[in-house]
């Protein structure tokens, strides 16, 4: 059984940084893709970025660009997620996401732009 466990969401100013981390157990596939989305109150999850399960190839959604960046530590089996120049409308909640024949989340991380 494949598992997520997020970390590293909280409160930040806008212009801000964090990074969030995700440690993943429980499987044995080697064809996965795995990544990040967030779900704002009130809307529908999004997908912000992953690592392809082809070719390793890195998407990001349009509103995120030159601002988050994704990577990895296949070794330590981690997923991270470094956040800068926050604006508000990032504030969600972000989930890990692993994907293989199945789809797996973790249990999400609060993560609060305000000043």
């Known amino acids: 059984q494949v598992q997520l466990v997020e970390s590293g969401g909280g409160l930040v100013q806008p212009g801000g940084s964090l990074r969030l981390s995700c440690a993943a157990s429980?499987?044995?596939?080697?064809?996965?893709?795995i990544g990040w989305f967030r779900q704002a109150p009130g809307k529908e999850r999004e997908g912000v970025t992953c690592f392809s399960n082809t070719d390793d190839s890195i998407k990001y959604e349009d509103s995120v660009k030159g601002r988050f960046a994704i990577s990895r530590d296949k070794v330590k089996n981690m997923v991270y997620l470094q956040m800068n120049s926050l604006k508000p409308e990032d504030t969600a909640v972000y989930y890990c996401?692993?994907?293989?024949?199945?789809?797996?989340w973790g249990q999400g991380t609060q993560v609060t732009v305000s000043s």
């Open positions: 996401n692993f994907k293989d024949q199945l789809n797996y």
């Open positions: 429980g499987f044995t596939s080697e064809n996965y893709a």
